[in-house]
Nanobody, 116 residues
Framework: QVQLVESGGGLVQAGGSLRLSCVAS????????MGWFRQAPGKEREFVAS????????TYADSVKGRFTISKDNAKNTVYLQMNSLKPEDTAVYYC?????????WGQGTQVTVSS
């Protein structure tokens, strides 16, 4: 089992930036594909981005492509989500998921609020 702790959320104005971090502990982190999801009030959880165990093949939802960047640091057991040009519709609780998929572990989430 992998334990995950997200951080880095907050309140930011539209057009601003935030960097989310997800620190993993427990089982070996580096061999997993990792992902970020988000859930806005009244909506289902949706995929945001994922990255392979090697750090390659980043994949993004169309809604964040070109604005968000996922990366990982195996030495720190951490996966990051750099979010630029934030929009009010990016407001949500952001969750880390390792390994990627419904059966993987989830963190407690970090709130991101973007004001217009």
């Amino acid at each position: 089992q992998v334990q995950l702790v997200e951080s880095g959320g907050g309140l930011v104005q539209a057009g601003g930036s935030l960097r989310l971090s997800c620190v993993a502990s427990g089982r070996t982190f580096r061999w997993y594909t990792m992902g970020w999801f988000r859930q806005a009030p009244g909506k289902e959880r949706e995929f945001v981005a994922s990255i392979s165990w090697s750090g390659g093949s980043p994949t993004y939802a169309d809604s964040v492509k070109g604005r968000f960047t996922i990366s990982k640091d195996n030495a720190k057991n951490t996966v990051y989500l750099q979010m630029n040009s934030l929009k009010p519709e990016d407001t949500a609780v952001y969750y880390c998921n390792v390994p990627l998929g419904a059966s993987g572990s989830w963190g407690q989430g970090t709130q991101v609020t973007v004001s217009s």
